[in-house]
């Protein structure tokens, strides 16, 4: 069965800080997929990124980056100079081929203080 | 951009009734997906359809929920006795194969009194 654990519940930042949140995902697959979305107070789900478990290589996107870590079945998401605009909940999700739809951890709300 | 379209935006109903919360995914994406997120809880799997049958369900989605695609533009969820319980935002969601990535709508906010 899958489990996404995003241990930090909520997280306040002074804006131009940077922020990193955890994601520690289980699977019994090899092949699985790990997303990041973000949820904004007006409440939809913004698609952030997507990898798959053979690309082990971080991403950066603008200030958005990410650590993919196998070995630690972890895929943390950072924020570098943060901005109000970034406060939002943060959702982390996990699909394998046990079960393709995705499976969302419990999210972590970030806030951005100016 | 494409989108998923997702109507109302906010429904209102009693307990008891049944509603219709529809979606339209975008245009040449087959696998449909609905999901729910409780207020102030984790956006949870409902159900997943392909090639016009349930492809997978989860524990949440029983008899009182279905889905259908009656149109080929369309994508339904039925709540057919809503409970208190029901309220939540529902979110459809598309992608047009397994290895793409999802693309959500903005939610259907169901509240039942």
């Known amino acids: 069965a899958q489990k996404v654990t995003q241990a930090q519940t909520e997280i306040s930042v002074v804006e131009k800080e940077d922020v990193t949140l955890d994601c520690v995902y289980e699977t019994r697959d090899t092949t699985y997929y790990l997303f990041w979305y973000k949820q904004p107070p007006s409440g939809e789900l913004v698609f952030l990124i997507r990898?798959?478990?053979?690309?082990?290589q971080n991403e950066i996107s603008g200030r958005y980056s990410w650590n993919f870590q196998k070995s630690t079945s972890s895929f943390n998401f950072t924020i570098t100079a943060s901005q109000v605009v970034d406060s939002a909940v943060y959702y982390c999700?996990?699909?394998?081929?046990?079960?393709?739809?995705?499976?969302f951890g419990s999210g972590t709300r970030l806030q951005v203080q100016p | 951009e494409p989108e998923v379209t997702q109507t109302p935006s906010h429904q209102v109903t009693q307990m008891g009734q049944e509603v219709i919360l529809r979606c339209v995914p975008i245009s040449n994406h087959l696998y449909f997906y609905w999901y729910r997120q409780i207020l102030g809880q984790k956006v949870e799997f409902l159900v997943s359809?392909?090639?016009?049958?349930?492809?997978?369900k989860s524990e949440i989605f029983d008899d009182q929920f279905s889905v259908e695609r009656p149109d080929g533009s369309n994508f339904t969820l039925k709540i057919r006795s809503t409970k208190l319980e029901d309220s939540a935002m529902y979110f459809c969601?598309?992608?047009?194969?397994?290895?793409?990535?999802?693309?959500f709508g903005s939610g259907t906010r169901l509240t039942v009194v």
């Open positions: 990898r798959n478990s053979f690309d082990e």
């Open positions: 999700a996990l699909s394998d081929t046990g079960r393709r739809a995705l499976t």
């Open positions: 359809f392909y090639n016009n049958e349930i492809s997978e």
């Open positions: 969601a598309s992608r047009p194969n397994r290895e793409n990535g999802y693309t």
